[in-house]
């Protein structure tokens, strides 16, 4: 019989799991991704390297940028700090600040720290940073309706919007799984987190510059800790999606049912696990098809926005 | 945690049967896209072969045994002879014409993608409402696919509406008999097999007219369009 962690405990771990695997997620992606290409690729640890080089560098702001421009990194990163609380990182029961808020409320604090990110960029007066922010915040503005209708779907299975409640109700059955209503709503939201995390087929997850970047072009003035704080945002913005698609849609299992220790880590272990299972199938998807066209990413949105309203039709009809 | 599910999930049968209904629907949509002639072919192949699949599940399930028959038939004739017979007609199309660009029917959507998925939708959700208000019981298979059924019905006019070219209009004029067989496995499952192979047979003629028609229509203005179609025009 393990110790049982105190809750709250169990809540901060939460969040530090979220922003410790941040970045080897990341890491594993990028390496599966060199090796499908024949590239022997970057050490799996890499991303914590980098990060490690730009927080001891020298941060240099564009002539002109108000604070906003150094604290917008910051308040980001506490909004990304913030959603692990409402998410079921590692427990199938609800953490008392789990119920803070629900589906909606994680998505507008996800969205405000993408907000945060776009003003700062915009403060730059770097005509590429603000593209970037402006197509981010247009796009952005496409894939809402969504989320909105993935929410809807939740909110008809479950009778709230409660992930903890999603996650229940999936683990409760394997018919819940395989009902058509489940399963275009996990597409869709499959396909407006490859958006969010700028992947193929919207965006080319590298660091070389080009006319395509839309979420990457951001950060492009930010330098020293506080590049260092936006990458690591952004790994965590990751995490934290494939955590509500892994955890709350597609295999809400391994996780802790109580808050012993033994319990607790495997949840932790089975999470990470998850996430680069997940991380393998993206890279896959980033090899497999081209980019697409900025003007053609519109019609990406709509094929997202047609399963997530087929999902719901389907369950006002009773037969979802 | 328990919670209470507001709306049940269906069973395994009906689960199935809209899983694949909303399939075929998804296909559809699809069929907004394709850039390549071979590639439609390929699409209404796998619609139909969705639609053989319902039949057979619900053979099995509801013992039926005419569906087995059916199913058997619908696979052979759709996903089988009619694209066969259409890339038959329709090979060496392009040995005239002017290069390898001959097959390709990209971007002749009169509105953008994006515009015409919407309008798709639109026009699905009015089918899927209006038979869910005329609240029709089968027996056989849940009224979520006969709804789904109308909307792919619905929805393949547009795709003959939207798309100016003769290939994608013959398609979608062929999956149209899709949804149709679809409507019939949900209200009709023990409908006649003399009548059900009428319609297949039905198909095989389109599928020949169709394809001299789109053979004919090239030889005289040397591409796939129908956007050059303007002589009538006033």
Same mark, same amino acid.
């Given at each position: ?20 695997a ?11 991704e ?15 390297y ?30 990304y ?5 409402l998410? @079921? ?11 803070m ?27 590429y ?16 309706p ?40 996990a ?13 193929? @087929? ?58 012993q ?14 996430a ?11 090899n ?21 309203v ?11 | ?13 009906? +689960? ?22 071979? $590639?439609? &072919?390929?699409? *209404? ?20 045994? $005419?569906? *087995? ?9 759709? &996903? ?11 090979r060496?199309?392009g040995?005239? +014409? ?7 029917i ?18 699905a959700?009015?089918?899927?409402f209006? &038979? ?7 027996? !056989?298979?849940?009224?979520?696919a ?18 100016? $070219? ?14 149709? /067989? ?13 009548l059900?192979? !009428?319609?297949?047979? $039905? ?12 053979r ?8 796939? /369009? ?9």
């Open positions: 019989m393990s110790p049982v962690l105190p809750i709250p405990l169990v809540q901060a771990l939460q969040v530090a799991t979220i922003a410790a941040a970045p080897v997620v990341s890491g594993v992606i990028a390496k599966v060199a090796r499908l290409q024949g590239r022997a690729g970057p050490r799996i640890l890499q991303p914590y980098d990060l490690g080089k730009l927080f001891r560098k020298e941060a240099l702001a564009p002539e002109g940028a108000s604070w906003v421009f150094l604290a917008a990194p910051l308040a980001a990163m506490t909004c700090l913030t959603v692990p609380l998410i @079921p990182v590692l427990t199938t029961f609800g953490l008392p600040l789990g119920y808020g629900d589906i909606l409320g994680g998505g507008f604090i996800l969205a405000l720290a993408s907000f945060l990110v776009a003003v700062a960029a915009l403060e730059t007066g770097s005509p940073a603000q593209l970037g922010a402006s197509r981010a915040k247009t796009f952005g503005a496409i894939t809402e969504v989320i909105l209708f993935v929410v809807f779907a939740v909110a008809l299975i479950t009778g709230t919007d409660l992930p903890y409640a999603l996650a229940a109700t999936v683990r409760s059955s394997a018919s819940q799984i395989v009902r058509p209503a489940h399963l275009l709503a597409a869709a939201l499959f396909m407006v987190i490859l958006y969010e995390t700028g992947r193929i @087929p919207v965006e080319t997850h590298t660091g070389t510059n080009e006319f395509g970047m839309i979420e990457e072009a951001r950060p492009f003035e930010h330098s020293g800790p506080y590049f260092a704080v936006l990458k690591w945002g952004s790994a965590m913005k990751q995490l934290i999606l494939y955590t509500i698609l892994i955890n709350v849609f597609v295999a809400p299992w391994g996780l802790a049912a109580s808050a220790l033994g319990a607790v880590a495997l949840a932790i272990v089975a999470l990470v696990a998850k680069c299972g997940l991380g393998v199938v993206v890279a896959f998807i980033d497999t098809f081209a980019k697409l066209r900025l003007f053609k990413i519109t019609e990406f949105a709509s094929a997202a926005f047609l399963l997530a087929l999902g719901v039709f389907t369950l006002y009809l009773g037969g979802g | 945690m328990t919670v209470a599910a507001t709306v049940a999930p269906p069973g395994v049968l009906p +689960g199935t049967a809209n899983v694949i209904a909303v399939g075929v629907l998804l296909l559809e949509f699809g069929m907004f896209r394709q850039a390549l002639l071979r $590639d439609q &072919v390929r699409l *209404y192949a796998a619609q139909s072969a969705l639609i053989s699949v319902l039949a057979l599940v619900v053979a099995v399930a509801r013992h039926l045994p $005419d569906l *087995y028959v059916l199913a058997g038939l619908s696979f052979a004739l759709k &996903v089988v002879i009619v694209p066969l017979v259409l890339r038959r007609l329709l060496g199309l040995e005239r +014409g002017e290069g390898p660009g001959w097959t390709d990209a971007g002749s959507g009169s509105l953008s993608l994006a515009s015409t998925v919407l309008l798709a939708i639109g026009v959700a009015f089918g899927v209006s &038979v869910a208000a005329l609240g029709l019981r089968s027996p !056989v298979l849940p009224g979520t006969l709804a789904i059924s109308m909307a792919v019905v619905l929805v393949s006019f547009v795709l003959m509406i939207m798309r100016r $070219d003769v290939a994608s209009q013959a398609i979608g004029f062929f999956s149209l008999e899709n949804g149709v /067989s679809l409507t019939s496995l949900v209200v009709a499952a023990g409908l006649p097999l003399i059900e192979v !009428v319609f297949l047979f $039905d198909l095989l003629v389109a599928a020949l007219v169709f394809g001299l028609l789109i004919v229509h090239h030889g005289r203005v040397d591409s796939l /369009s129908t956007a050059e179609l303007t002589s009538l025009r006033g």
